[in-house]
């Protein structure tokens, strides 16, 4: 595929960003704040109608004290960012004809076959109305042995369903392994290098990996650029498999091990805005683009009321939720979408403001992270003009 334009986005001044320079200021007032006595490490990057001011960052590159500056090349792990990037990549297979929504998972994956799971299909799984688990029974002890990604597709093909498909809504991260199987399957190659052709080179998302290469930890690789996450109290005592081990950082979870930074999800965030667009290359349809960001849950009759009126998702892609406790932030309309990460991660889009955040962290979200990225992403977003 052709190469997008380096110059997708515009580094400018806050003003010439379209900020308002006073209220930027609260806003790096207030990641400083949030650095000195909660969030380890933060970066954040802020897009208005195609400009940028760069990435901001505050705080250590790893937990604790005495410990480095963040980087200002800073790798982190987004965490659940990953899942509306590989929902794009089974976006990317629908408008080459590859495939469609509504075919079965078991048409492409005979063990996937017993009577329960026969009805679900890849709209199913982009929707998180499948009635998969969020994680597996046994998560723990495969992360414990170091299990491949093909454990975590067997254990999903032999799970037990919490629900009939298209009978409710559940977050599913199990939904996006049987996805990348899938992607793999029809198009022959691994879902790493297919992220790679059809994204990551065209964008020029030069520091960005499902999964990191042997190469990044080589002497002065990639992994040295890694900000370590202040693991939850239940993987302290996993160093061999825990978010900052070696094991997950080359695992390429398709629900959850992306490797970015602000400066190239912005890029992502971008060609989002323009519809596919990027600089002289288009990624995607503009027919693909919109029905990936709208609330395709109000399709399924089954499905409660209030999921699909309050707590809607595209393809990959939550809405924004005004009401719940994990919003993108409480002056986001309606037709903002993104997602959060475990890690401490968001990433939204704004058509409405043309306009998109990256904040990226290193607090696992709980009762107080959470809550303070969303007055970030408040203060953010009250900053535009």
Known sequence: MQSASDEILTISSPQDA??????????????????????????????????????????????????????????????????????????????????????????????????????????????HTSGLPDMLPNNRALRMTQSPLASFVDGTCQVTLDFPPGRGVQYQSMGFVLLAAIIEKVTGTTLPAFLNKEFFGPLHMRDTALGAPDEWFQPGGKAERLATVNVPEEQQCGTDWNWNSRYWLQLGAPWGGLLTTTSDLIRFGQMMLERGNAGPVRIFSDATIAAA???????????????????????????????????????????????????????????ERNASAAILSTQPLDKQSGPALIKLSNAITAAIR
């Open 293 to 351: 960001t709208t609330n395709q849950l109000l399709v399924y009759p089954d499905v409660p009321e209030a999921d699909r009126r309050c707590r809607g998702w595209g393809y990959g892609w939550r809405m924004n939720w005004p009401a719940h406790s994990a919003s993108f932030g409480d002056l986001l309309g309606p037709r903002a979408y993104g997602h959060w990460g475990a890690t401490g991660t968001m990433f939204w889009i704004d058509p």
């Open 18 to 127: 379209g900020l308002i320079p006073e209220r930027w200021s609260r806003v790096l007032s207030l990641a400083q704040e949030l650095t000195r006595n909660l969030l380890p490490g933060l970066a954040f990057q802020v897009t208005v109608q195609g400009k940028t001011t760069g990435e901001i960052q505050f705080g250590q590159q790893s937990p604790g004290t005495n410990t480095s500056p963040l980087r200002p090349d800073s790798i982190f792990l987004s965490a659940s960012i990953t899942k509306p990037i590989v929902a794009m990549a089974a976006m990317r297979l629908v408008e080459q004809g590859e495939i469609a929504l509504t075919e079965h998972v078991s048409e492409f994956l005979p063990q996937f076959s017993d009577s329960s799971k026969r009805g679900i299909t890849i709209r199913h799984l982009l929707t």
